[in-house]
């Protein structure tokens, strides 16, 4: 079965940009959309996008001036990035594999990003 | 976009209680309604996916109903390790948007 894990530093600074990296194993990134979707400490779940392995990608538009999403099918991964970040932006980070027949998620472990100086 | 309420916001029950939370949606999302639970400190894990369909090894005691705008997740019984938060989610058009959450505790 499939896994995901998410990795990238867990401290960015004010203004700066957030990189993070979504490992695939278990099964191959081809096929299937692969989404972001992130949770501030203590509140709910916001999708961020979702990226196809071909490279074709649909944003959240709330982020959509902020955020890129790109895909290595070589390396099995895709990647997140959110640039300009400020406090707001400090949550937990998920990758999530989209299930073809009725994109409900299947979420990787997740990973904590703090922004902070 | 489409907006999803859910109710309560939060319960507290005793084992072996029959609980429902619903969760409604700002236009019809048709059958792209899905349920995961989030257990402290965890990621959230698929429940219930299409309205109904439960994921595999998920209890029985789970179950998903509704249609269009209006859906509800029930435990015919609850137990102890159902301890968590639970959401629903649309998936028929993007951006995706979740419930705001319903926190289950005995």
């Known amino acids: 079965q499939v896994q995901l894990q998410e990795s990238g530093p867990g401290l960015v600074k004010p203004s700066g940009t957030l990189s993070l990296t979504c490992i695939v194993s278990g099964d191959s990134i081809y096929n299937y959309y692969w989404s972001w979707i992130r949770q501030p400490p203590g509140k709910g779940l916001e999708w961020l996008g979702h990226?196809?392995?071909?490279?074709?990608?649909d944003y959240n538009p709330s982020l959509k001036s902020r955020v890129t999403l790109s895909v290595d099918t070589s390396k099995n991964q895709f990647s997140l990035k959110l640039i300009s970040v400020t406090a707001a932006d400090t949550a937990v980070y998920y990758c999530?594999?989209?299930?073809?027949?009725?994109?409900?998620?299947?979420w990787g472990r997740g990973t904590l990003v703090t922004v902070s100086s | 976009d489409i907006r999803l309420t859910q109710s309560p916001s939060s319960l507290s029950a005793s084992v072996g209680d029959r609980v429902t939370i619903t969760c409604r949606a700002s236009?019809?999302?048709?059958?792209?309604l899905n349920w995961y639970q989030q257990r402290s400190g965890k990621a959230p894990q698929r429940l219930i996916f299409?309205?109904?369909t439960l994921q595999s090894g998920v209890p029985s005691r789970f179950s998903g109903g509704g249609s269009g705008t209006d859906f509800t997740l029930t435990i015919s019984s609850l137990q102890p390790e159902d301890v968590a938060t639970y959401y629903c989610?649309?998936?028929?058009?993007?951006?995706?948007?979740f419930g705001q959450g319903t926190k289950v505790e005995i």
């Open positions: 299409a309205v109904s």
């Open positions: 999530a594999r989209v299930e073809p027949m009725d994109q409900s998620l299947t």
């Open positions: 990226i196809y392995y071909s490279g074709n990608t």
């Open positions: 989610q649309q998936s028929y058009s993007t951006p995706y948007t």
């Open positions: 236009q019809s999302v048709r059958n792209y």
